[in-house]
Protein backbone atom coordinates (compact mmCIF):
# COMPACT_ATOMS: atom_id res chain seq x y z
CA UNK A 1 0.00 0.00 0.00
CA UNK A 2 1.10 3.27 -0.89
CA UNK A 3 0.63 6.90 0.93
CA UNK A 4 0.48 10.28 -0.51
CA UNK A 5 1.55 13.09 2.15
CA UNK A 6 0.71 16.38 0.82
CA UNK A 7 0.92 20.03 3.17
CA UNK A 8 -2.23 21.49 2.55
CA UNK A 9 -1.10 25.09 0.93
CA UNK A 10 2.24 24.73 1.70
CA UNK A 11 3.48 28.46 1.23
CA UNK A 12 0.30 30.03 2.73
CA UNK A 13 1.01 27.29 5.63
CA UNK A 14 4.52 28.66 6.30
CA UNK A 15 3.25 31.99 6.77
CA UNK A 16 0.91 30.97 8.96
CA UNK A 17 3.14 29.07 11.40
CA UNK A 18 5.01 32.12 12.26
CA UNK A 19 1.94 34.79 11.40
CA UNK A 20 -1.21 32.88 13.42
CA UNK A 21 -2.98 35.87 12.79
CA UNK A 22 -3.40 35.09 9.14
CA UNK A 23 -5.35 32.26 9.85
CA UNK A 24 -8.93 32.49 8.25
CA UNK A 25 -7.88 35.36 6.24
CA UNK A 26 -7.86 35.18 2.33
CA UNK A 27 -3.75 35.25 1.41
CA UNK A 28 -1.97 34.38 -1.50
CA UNK A 29 1.95 34.61 -1.89
CA UNK A 30 3.46 36.31 -5.11
CA UNK A 31 6.02 34.98 -7.62
CA UNK A 32 9.19 36.77 -8.16
CA UNK A 33 9.02 40.54 -9.20
CA UNK A 34 5.53 39.96 -7.09
CA UNK A 35 3.75 39.47 -10.58
CA UNK A 36 1.16 36.41 -10.12
CA UNK A 37 -0.44 34.58 -6.64
CA UNK A 38 1.66 31.07 -7.11
CA UNK A 39 -0.26 29.76 -3.95
CA UNK A 40 -3.61 30.91 -2.24
CA UNK A 41 -5.35 29.86 0.91
CA UNK A 42 -9.02 28.41 0.72
CA UNK A 43 -10.09 31.96 1.58
CA UNK A 44 -8.80 33.42 -1.60
CA UNK A 45 -10.04 30.61 -4.10
CA UNK A 46 -13.17 31.67 -2.29
CA UNK A 47 -12.62 34.80 -3.32
CA UNK A 48 -12.55 33.53 -6.92
CA UNK A 49 -8.95 34.07 -7.33
CA UNK A 50 -7.17 31.47 -10.17
CA UNK A 51 -3.80 29.86 -9.70
CA UNK A 52 -1.15 32.16 -11.56
CA UNK A 53 -3.19 35.24 -11.91
CA UNK A 54 -1.55 38.92 -12.76
CA UNK A 55 -1.60 40.33 -9.42
CA UNK A 56 -2.71 43.65 -10.44
CA UNK A 57 -6.43 41.73 -11.62
CA UNK A 58 -6.61 40.95 -8.07
CA UNK A 59 -4.84 43.98 -6.29
CA UNK A 60 -7.96 45.84 -5.18
CA UNK A 61 -9.40 42.66 -3.19
CA UNK A 62 -7.34 44.45 -0.73
CA UNK A 63 -9.35 47.25 0.21
CA UNK A 64 -12.83 45.24 -0.56
CA UNK A 65 -12.15 41.52 0.57
CA UNK A 66 -8.65 42.31 3.36
CA UNK A 67 -6.83 39.91 1.07
CA UNK A 68 -3.60 39.74 2.24
CA UNK A 69 -0.27 39.25 -0.22
CA UNK A 70 2.87 38.38 0.35
CA UNK A 71 6.32 37.61 -1.51
CA UNK A 72 7.44 34.09 -1.71
CA UNK A 73 10.27 33.03 0.67
CA UNK A 74 11.64 30.23 -0.93
CA UNK A 75 14.53 29.59 1.98
CA UNK A 76 11.62 29.38 4.66
CA UNK A 77 9.68 27.32 2.45
CA UNK A 78 12.66 25.36 1.07
CA UNK A 79 13.39 24.41 5.05
CA UNK A 80 9.93 23.76 6.44
CA UNK A 81 9.63 21.42 3.71
CA UNK A 82 12.59 19.32 4.77
CA UNK A 83 11.47 19.47 8.45
CA UNK A 84 8.08 18.13 7.31
CA UNK A 85 9.95 15.23 5.14
CA UNK A 86 12.52 14.45 7.65
CA UNK A 87 9.20 13.51 9.66
CA UNK A 88 7.41 11.80 7.32
CA UNK A 89 10.02 9.85 6.54
CA UNK A 90 10.05 8.26 9.84
CA UNK A 91 6.39 6.58 9.39
CA UNK A 92 7.56 4.28 5.99
CA UNK A 93 10.57 1.99 5.41
CA UNK A 94 10.72 3.81 1.54
CA UNK A 95 9.72 7.78 0.62
CA UNK A 96 10.03 9.78 -2.08
CA UNK A 97 10.12 12.97 -2.13
CA UNK A 98 7.84 14.23 -5.39
CA UNK A 99 7.90 17.69 -4.82
CA UNK A 100 8.37 20.93 -1.90
CA UNK A 101 5.39 19.83 -0.69
CA UNK A 102 4.14 15.96 -1.59
CA UNK A 103 5.89 12.76 -0.85
CA UNK A 104 5.28 9.08 -1.06
CA UNK A 105 5.30 6.21 1.05
CA UNK A 106 5.69 2.63 0.22
CA UNK A 107 3.85 0.79 3.13
CA UNK A 108 4.41 -2.87 1.77
CA UNK A 109 4.69 -5.29 4.53
CA UNK A 110 3.49 -2.58 6.86
CA UNK A 111 0.32 -4.39 9.30
CA UNK A 112 -0.42 -1.51 11.05
CA UNK A 113 -3.89 0.12 10.89
CA UNK A 114 -3.30 2.67 8.20
CA UNK A 115 -5.79 5.00 8.95
CA UNK A 116 -3.98 4.98 12.27
CA UNK A 117 -0.95 5.83 10.85
CA UNK A 118 -2.00 8.29 8.79
CA UNK A 119 -3.42 10.16 11.50
CA UNK A 120 -0.10 10.12 13.56
CA UNK A 121 1.65 10.99 11.05
CA UNK A 122 -0.52 14.12 10.81
CA UNK A 123 -0.68 14.94 14.26
CA UNK A 124 3.23 14.70 14.55
CA UNK A 125 3.83 17.04 11.82
CA UNK A 126 1.50 19.80 13.25
CA UNK A 127 2.51 19.54 16.41
CA UNK A 128 6.72 19.77 15.51
CA UNK A 129 6.20 22.10 12.44
CA UNK A 130 2.56 23.73 12.27
CA UNK A 131 1.82 22.31 8.76
CA UNK A 132 -1.65 20.65 8.18
CA UNK A 133 -1.33 17.61 6.04
CA UNK A 134 -3.75 15.44 3.87
CA UNK A 135 -2.74 11.62 3.82
CA UNK A 136 -4.05 9.35 1.14
CA UNK A 137 -3.71 5.50 1.29
CA UNK A 138 -4.19 3.04 -2.05
CA UNK A 139 -2.26 0.17 -3.91
CA UNK A 140 -1.31 2.59 -6.64
CA UNK A 141 0.45 5.45 -6.57
CA UNK A 142 -2.53 6.78 -8.55
CA UNK A 143 -4.56 5.97 -6.57
CA UNK A 144 -2.85 7.31 -3.42
CA UNK A 145 -2.63 10.33 -5.22
CA UNK A 146 -6.50 10.58 -5.22
CA UNK A 147 -7.04 9.53 -2.03
CA UNK A 148 -5.33 12.77 -0.99
CA UNK A 149 -7.22 14.80 -3.17
CA UNK A 150 -10.71 12.96 -1.40
CA UNK A 151 -8.92 13.56 1.87
CA UNK A 152 -8.48 17.26 1.65
CA UNK A 153 -11.51 17.87 -0.61
CA UNK A 154 -13.51 16.17 2.06
CA UNK A 155 -12.08 18.71 4.77
CA UNK A 156 -12.69 21.64 2.93
CA UNK A 157 -15.99 21.32 1.31
CA UNK A 158 -18.14 19.37 3.60
CA UNK A 159 -20.60 17.53 1.93
CA UNK A 160 -18.45 16.62 -1.22
CA UNK A 161 -17.64 12.85 0.07
CA UNK A 162 -18.49 11.35 2.91
CA UNK A 163 -17.16 13.17 6.33
CA UNK A 164 -14.75 10.37 7.48
CA UNK A 165 -12.71 10.26 4.28
CA UNK A 166 -11.31 13.99 5.81
CA UNK A 167 -7.84 14.72 5.85
CA UNK A 168 -6.88 10.58 5.98
CA UNK A 169 -8.30 8.73 3.73
CA UNK A 170 -7.69 4.75 2.48
CA UNK A 171 -9.67 4.04 -0.58
CA UNK A 172 -8.28 -0.09 0.22
CA UNK A 173 -10.68 -0.17 2.82
CA UNK A 174 -14.02 0.86 1.11
CA UNK A 175 -15.92 -2.24 -0.36
CA UNK A 176 -16.36 -1.94 -4.41
CA UNK A 177 -19.72 -0.24 -3.93
CA UNK A 178 -18.27 2.70 -1.57
CA UNK A 179 -14.88 3.00 -3.97
CA UNK A 180 -17.19 3.54 -6.78
CA UNK A 181 -19.25 6.19 -5.30
CA UNK A 182 -15.92 8.08 -4.98
CA UNK A 183 -14.93 7.70 -8.64
CA UNK A 184 -18.55 8.89 -9.71
CA UNK A 185 -18.08 12.07 -7.73
CA UNK A 186 -14.87 12.91 -8.65
CA UNK A 187 -14.06 14.64 -11.87
CA UNK A 188 -11.55 13.35 -14.33
CA UNK A 189 -9.56 16.21 -14.01
CA UNK A 190 -8.54 15.41 -10.54
CA UNK A 191 -6.69 12.13 -11.45
CA UNK A 192 -2.55 12.24 -11.54
CA UNK A 193 -1.28 13.27 -15.29
CA UNK A 194 -4.68 14.19 -16.54
CA UNK A 195 -3.93 17.55 -17.62
CA UNK A 196 -6.39 20.61 -18.75
CA UNK A 197 -6.54 19.59 -22.16
CA UNK A 198 -6.70 15.99 -21.66
CA UNK A 199 -9.58 16.61 -19.67
CA UNK A 200 -11.43 18.43 -22.14
CA UNK A 201 -10.67 15.62 -25.04
CA UNK A 202 -12.29 13.11 -22.57
CA UNK A 203 -15.09 14.93 -22.11
CA UNK A 204 -15.90 15.28 -25.62
CA UNK A 205 -15.50 11.69 -25.55
CA UNK A 206 -18.38 11.53 -22.84
CA UNK A 207 -15.91 10.89 -19.55
CA UNK A 208 -16.44 13.07 -17.43
CA UNK A 209 -15.78 11.30 -14.44
CA UNK A 210 -13.41 9.24 -12.96
CA UNK A 211 -15.39 6.24 -12.53
CA UNK A 212 -16.12 6.84 -16.41
CA UNK A 213 -12.05 6.92 -17.00
CA UNK A 214 -11.94 3.51 -15.28
CA UNK A 215 -14.26 2.04 -17.00
CA UNK A 216 -13.37 2.81 -20.61
CA UNK A 217 -11.76 0.77 -23.02
CA UNK A 218 -7.94 1.25 -22.19
CA UNK A 219 -7.22 -0.33 -26.02
CA UNK A 220 -9.54 2.82 -27.45
CA UNK A 221 -7.37 5.67 -24.83
CA UNK A 222 -4.23 4.20 -25.97
CA UNK A 223 -5.02 4.97 -29.41
CA UNK A 224 -6.86 8.11 -28.89
CA UNK A 225 -4.39 9.55 -26.36
CA UNK A 226 -1.57 7.45 -25.25
CA UNK A 227 0.36 4.84 -23.62
CA UNK A 228 0.74 7.26 -20.58
CA UNK A 229 -3.49 7.67 -20.05
CA UNK A 230 -3.49 4.12 -20.66
CA UNK A 231 -1.00 2.97 -17.65
CA UNK A 232 -2.65 5.71 -15.64
CA UNK A 233 -6.20 3.29 -16.22
CA UNK A 234 -4.46 0.40 -14.54
CA UNK A 235 -3.25 2.13 -12.10
CA UNK A 236 -6.79 3.20 -11.35
CA UNK A 237 -7.85 -0.33 -11.38
CA UNK A 238 -5.62 -1.63 -9.08
CA UNK A 239 -2.07 -2.53 -11.14
CA UNK A 240 0.73 -0.53 -10.57
CA UNK A 241 2.69 0.55 -12.89
CA UNK A 242 4.99 3.08 -11.28
CA UNK A 243 7.09 2.34 -7.90
CA UNK A 244 8.44 4.13 -5.63
CA UNK A 245 11.82 5.64 -6.20
CA UNK A 246 13.63 6.34 -2.77
CA UNK A 247 16.69 6.95 -4.78
CA UNK A 248 16.01 8.80 -7.81
CA UNK A 249 18.37 9.50 -10.81
CA UNK A 250 20.31 12.55 -10.42
CA UNK A 251 19.03 15.39 -12.65
CA UNK A 252 20.48 15.93 -16.16
CA UNK A 253 21.13 19.38 -16.00
CA UNK A 254 20.82 22.16 -13.29
CA UNK A 255 19.88 25.59 -14.17
CA UNK A 256 19.40 28.91 -11.88
CA UNK A 257 17.59 31.63 -13.97
CA UNK A 258 15.73 34.94 -12.74
CA UNK A 259 13.99 38.09 -14.23
CA UNK A 260 15.24 41.32 -12.88
CA UNK A 261 12.96 43.78 -11.09
CA UNK A 262 15.18 46.64 -13.44
CA UNK A 263 16.59 46.16 -17.27
CA UNK A 264 20.88 45.82 -16.87
CA UNK A 265 22.76 47.28 -18.99
CA UNK A 266 26.17 46.75 -17.71
CA UNK A 267 28.57 44.03 -18.16
CA UNK A 268 30.02 44.41 -14.25
CA UNK A 269 26.85 44.02 -12.77
CA UNK A 270 25.61 41.03 -15.55
CA UNK A 271 28.47 39.83 -14.24
CA UNK A 272 27.96 40.12 -10.43
CA UNK A 273 24.34 38.49 -11.06
CA UNK A 274 25.99 35.19 -13.53
CA UNK A 275 28.24 34.34 -10.92
CA UNK A 276 25.66 34.42 -8.46
CA UNK A 277 23.60 31.95 -10.34
CA UNK A 278 26.90 29.76 -10.81
CA UNK A 279 27.48 30.06 -7.13
CA UNK A 280 24.09 28.20 -6.86
CA UNK A 281 24.21 25.83 -9.34
CA UNK A 282 27.61 24.61 -8.05
CA UNK A 283 26.25 23.71 -4.34
CA UNK A 284 23.33 21.89 -6.28
CA UNK A 285 25.96 19.86 -8.12
CA UNK A 286 28.17 19.10 -5.20
CA UNK A 287 24.71 18.00 -3.06
CA UNK A 288 24.24 15.51 -6.09
CA UNK A 289 27.77 14.61 -6.29
CA UNK A 290 28.23 15.09 -9.44
CA UNK A 291 30.66 17.32 -11.79
CA UNK A 292 29.57 19.47 -14.94
CA UNK A 293 31.19 19.39 -18.28
CA UNK A 294 29.61 22.33 -19.64
CA UNK A 295 28.38 25.83 -18.42
CA UNK A 296 25.34 27.18 -20.52
CA UNK A 297 24.89 30.96 -20.42
CA UNK A 298 22.31 33.10 -21.73
CA UNK A 299 20.87 36.96 -21.59
CA UNK A 300 17.51 38.48 -22.86
CA UNK A 301 15.99 41.54 -23.29
CA UNK A 302 12.12 41.79 -23.34
CA UNK A 303 10.36 41.77 -26.31
CA UNK A 304 7.38 43.84 -23.93
CA UNK A 305 9.93 47.01 -23.75
CA UNK A 306 9.07 48.03 -27.60
CA UNK A 307 11.45 51.17 -27.51
CA UNK A 308 14.43 48.96 -26.64
CA UNK A 309 16.84 47.56 -29.11
CA UNK A 310 16.01 43.82 -29.04
CA UNK A 311 19.19 41.15 -28.21
CA UNK A 312 18.97 37.84 -26.88
CA UNK A 313 21.87 35.36 -26.91
CA UNK A 314 23.39 31.91 -25.03
CA UNK A 315 26.06 30.06 -25.16
CA UNK A 316 27.83 26.93 -24.26
CA UNK A 317 31.00 26.26 -23.17
CA UNK A 318 33.00 22.71 -22.97
CA UNK A 319 35.39 22.13 -19.85
CA UNK A 320 38.53 20.80 -20.43
CA UNK A 321 37.91 18.74 -17.01
CA UNK A 322 35.10 17.81 -15.77
CA UNK A 323 34.13 19.68 -12.43
CA UNK A 324 31.81 20.88 -9.27
CA UNK A 325 34.53 23.74 -8.08
CA UNK A 326 32.70 27.08 -7.67
CA UNK A 327 35.69 29.10 -8.96
CA UNK A 328 36.18 27.51 -12.06
CA UNK A 329 32.41 27.19 -12.49
CA UNK A 330 31.90 30.73 -12.05
CA UNK A 331 35.35 31.72 -14.02
CA UNK A 332 33.42 29.63 -17.02
CA UNK A 333 30.04 31.34 -16.43
CA UNK A 334 32.27 34.71 -16.83
CA UNK A 335 33.68 33.91 -19.63
CA UNK A 336 30.57 32.99 -21.37
CA UNK A 337 28.93 36.19 -20.48
CA UNK A 338 32.09 37.83 -21.78
CA UNK A 339 31.33 36.82 -25.27
CA UNK A 340 27.93 36.99 -25.43
CA UNK A 341 27.15 40.35 -23.80
CA UNK A 342 26.57 43.44 -25.76
CA UNK A 343 27.18 47.00 -24.71
CA UNK A 344 23.76 49.37 -25.32
CA UNK A 345 21.28 46.68 -24.85
CA UNK A 346 18.81 46.44 -21.70
CA UNK A 347 18.75 42.88 -20.33
CA UNK A 348 16.36 41.79 -18.17
CA UNK A 349 16.80 38.02 -17.96
CA UNK A 350 19.89 36.10 -17.60
CA UNK A 351 20.63 32.08 -16.41
CA UNK A 352 23.71 29.45 -15.70
CA UNK A 353 23.08 26.12 -16.53
CA UNK A 354 25.55 23.02 -15.81
CA UNK A 355 25.22 20.56 -18.64
CA UNK A 356 26.69 17.07 -18.94
CA UNK A 357 26.41 16.10 -15.92
CA UNK A 358 28.48 12.87 -14.66
CA UNK A 359 29.08 11.20 -11.66
CA UNK A 360 32.11 12.78 -9.05
CA UNK A 361 35.42 12.00 -9.97
CA UNK A 362 34.35 9.45 -12.75
CA UNK A 363 34.80 11.72 -15.77
CA UNK A 364 37.44 11.40 -18.10
CA UNK A 365 39.33 14.79 -18.86
CA UNK A 366 42.23 15.86 -20.98
CA UNK A 367 44.85 13.32 -22.09
CA UNK A 368 47.76 14.55 -19.25
CA UNK A 369 50.47 15.57 -21.92
CA UNK A 370 52.01 18.11 -20.18
CA UNK A 371 50.50 17.69 -16.42
CA UNK A 372 51.52 14.61 -14.32
CA UNK A 373 48.36 12.07 -13.36
CA UNK A 374 49.19 12.18 -9.75
CA UNK A 375 49.43 16.56 -9.81
CA UNK A 376 45.78 16.64 -11.61
CA UNK A 377 44.54 14.10 -8.74
CA UNK A 378 46.23 15.75 -6.20
CA UNK A 379 44.93 19.44 -7.45
CA UNK A 380 41.38 17.60 -7.56
CA UNK A 381 41.15 15.77 -4.27
CA UNK A 382 42.52 19.38 -2.73
CA UNK A 383 39.83 21.26 -4.53
CA UNK A 384 37.12 18.91 -3.46
CA UNK A 385 38.21 19.90 0.51
CA UNK A 386 37.90 23.54 0.02
CA UNK A 387 34.59 23.38 -1.34
CA UNK A 388 33.75 20.73 1.52
CA UNK A 389 34.80 23.18 3.47
CA UNK A 390 33.23 25.91 1.64
CA UNK A 391 29.86 24.35 1.91
CA UNK A 392 30.23 23.43 5.41
CA UNK A 393 30.77 27.24 6.42
CA UNK A 394 27.58 27.84 4.77
CA UNK A 395 25.49 25.78 6.23
CA UNK A 396 26.53 26.60 9.87
CA UNK A 397 26.19 30.13 9.16
CA UNK A 398 24.00 30.83 6.37
CA UNK A 399 23.71 30.78 3.21
CA UNK A 400 26.00 33.18 1.73
CA UNK A 401 28.18 33.35 4.35
CA UNK A 402 31.59 32.36 2.04
CA UNK A 403 31.47 33.02 -1.46
CA UNK A 404 33.60 34.13 -4.31
CA UNK A 405 34.48 37.62 -4.31
CA UNK A 406 32.58 38.44 -7.59
CA UNK A 407 29.33 36.35 -5.82
CA UNK A 408 29.06 38.42 -2.68
CA UNK A 409 25.50 39.62 -1.86
CA UNK A 410 25.46 43.25 -1.16
CA UNK A 411 24.93 44.40 2.33
CA UNK A 412 21.84 46.38 0.54
CA UNK A 413 19.32 45.71 -2.10
CA UNK A 414 20.49 46.24 -5.77
CA UNK A 415 18.18 47.67 -7.91
CA UNK A 416 18.27 44.62 -10.74
CA UNK A 417 16.77 41.95 -7.80
CA UNK A 418 13.91 40.53 -7.96
CA UNK A 419 10.74 42.71 -6.31
CA UNK A 420 9.76 40.92 -2.63
CA UNK A 421 8.18 43.99 -0.43
CA UNK A 422 6.19 41.74 0.81
CA UNK A 423 8.56 39.20 1.97
CA UNK A 424 8.27 37.68 5.49
CA UNK A 425 11.62 36.92 7.24
CA UNK A 426 13.40 33.60 6.66
CA UNK A 427 12.31 32.45 9.84
CA UNK A 428 14.24 29.69 10.28
CA UNK A 429 17.48 30.34 7.92
CA UNK A 430 18.71 33.51 9.38
CA UNK A 431 20.04 33.79 12.78
CA UNK A 432 19.39 37.50 12.54
CA UNK A 433 15.90 36.80 11.66
CA UNK A 434 15.04 34.36 14.04
CA UNK A 435 11.66 35.25 15.64
CA UNK A 436 11.31 36.50 19.20
CA UNK A 437 8.95 35.99 21.79
CA UNK A 438 7.63 38.59 23.74
Known sequence: MYALVDVNNMYVS??????????????????????ACIARSNEAKDLGIEMAQPWFQVRHLERSAGLIALSANFELYGDMSSRMMA??????????IYSIDECFLDHDGVRDDLIGVGRLLRAKVLRWTG?????????????????????????????SYPSGLARVCDLGRLNAGERDDILRRTQVAAVWGVGRRTSARLKEGGIHTVLDL?????ASLRREFSVVLEKTVLELRGTRCLDVDDA???????????????????LATLSEVVSQFASKVAEKLRLQQCDAGAVHVFVTTSPFRARDRQHSASVTLPLTRPTSDTRRLVQAA?????????PGFNYVKAGVMLL?????????????????????ERERQTDARLMGALDALNRRFGKGAVAVASALEPAH???????RERMSPRYTTRLGEIPVAG
Do not use: W
Open 87 to 96: LAAEFAPRQE
Open 413 to 419: PRHYESR
Open 131 to 159: LPTSVGFGPTKTLAKLANHVAKTADRKPG
Open 14 to 35: CERVFRPSLVGKPVVVLSNNDG
Open 214 to 218: VRADT
Open 334 to 342: LHALGSIHR
Open 248 to 266: PAPSQQIMCSRSFAEPVPE
Open 356 to 376: DLQPAGHAQGELPLFEAPVRI
